[in-house]
């Protein structure tokens, strides 16, 4: 048990360290409807993968990952098997929004199905029309809030 903490905060520390290298991981001030469009757009795809609507929570991704996909079933498929606590979440806080060379950066502090918690670092990228969309999400352990 102690080994699998270390494990996860060592985890949790290699992709911080990844984010700095790729550029500085800090809080930026963003406005307050930014804050709340990008927290938006994430609860609406969790929203859109709980009606298993794959067209809508597609959607919710950027034309570049909508291209790496292919189609939208192809797509929750893959969330489905590989992002389950984010297709399915026990339970889901948003934690701070930060910025690695420009991009918001929101944590999303989630449980899955067997109540352990898990850390949704999710990569956002303004759109043309000035709109949000989920530009990738990696998933981690999330030691900080395990009991």
Same mark, same amino acid.
Request: hydrophobic share 45%.
């Given at each position: 048990?102690?080994?699998?903490?270390?494990?996860?905060?060592?985890?949790?520390?290699?992709?911080?360290?990844?984010?700095?290298?790729?550029? *500085? =991981?800090?809080? /930026?001030?963003? $406005?307050?409807?930014?804050?709340? #469009?990008?927290?938006?757009?994430?609860? !609406?795809?969790?929203?859109?993968?709980?009606?298993?609507d794959?067209?809508?929570?597609?959607?919710?991704?950027?034309? *570049? =990952?909508?291209? /790496?996909?292919? $189609?939208?079933?192809?797509?929750? #498929?893959?969330?489905?098997?590989?992002? !389950?606590?984010v297709?399915?979440?026990?339970?889901?806080?948003?934690?701070?929004?930060?910025?690695?060379?420009?991009?918001?950066?929101?944590?999303?502090?989630?449980?899955?199905?067997?109540?352990?918690?898990?850390?949704?670092?999710?990569?956002?990228?303004?759109?043309?029309?000035?709109?949000?969309?989920?530009?990738g999400?990696?998933?981690?352990?999330?030691?900080?809030?395990?009991?």
């Amino acid at each position: 048990m102690v080994f699998s903490a270390l494990k996860s905060r060592f985890s949790l520390l290699l992709v911080l360290l990844s984010l700095s290298f790729a550029g *500085s =991981l800090h809080a /930026q001030t963003f $406005s307050d409807a930014d804050r709340t #469009a990008i927290r938006g757009v994430i609860q !609406a795809q969790m929203d859109a993968f709980a009606r298993d609507d794959a067209p809508a929570a597609f959607g919710f991704a950027t034309p *570049s =990952l909508q291209t /790496q996909f292919g $189609s939208p079933s192809r797509f929750l #498929a893959l969330v489905r098997e590989a992002y !389950a606590p984010v297709y399915r979440p026990g339970s889901v806080w948003f934690g701070a929004l930060k910025s690695s060379d420009g991009t918001p950066v929101q944590m999303v502090h989630l449980t899955d199905s067997k109540g352990a918690s898990v850390l949704a670092i999710y990569f956002m990228e303004r759109q043309k029309d000035g709109g949000w969309r989920i530009a990738g999400c990696r998933l981690l352990q999330d030691p900080g809030l395990d009991s």
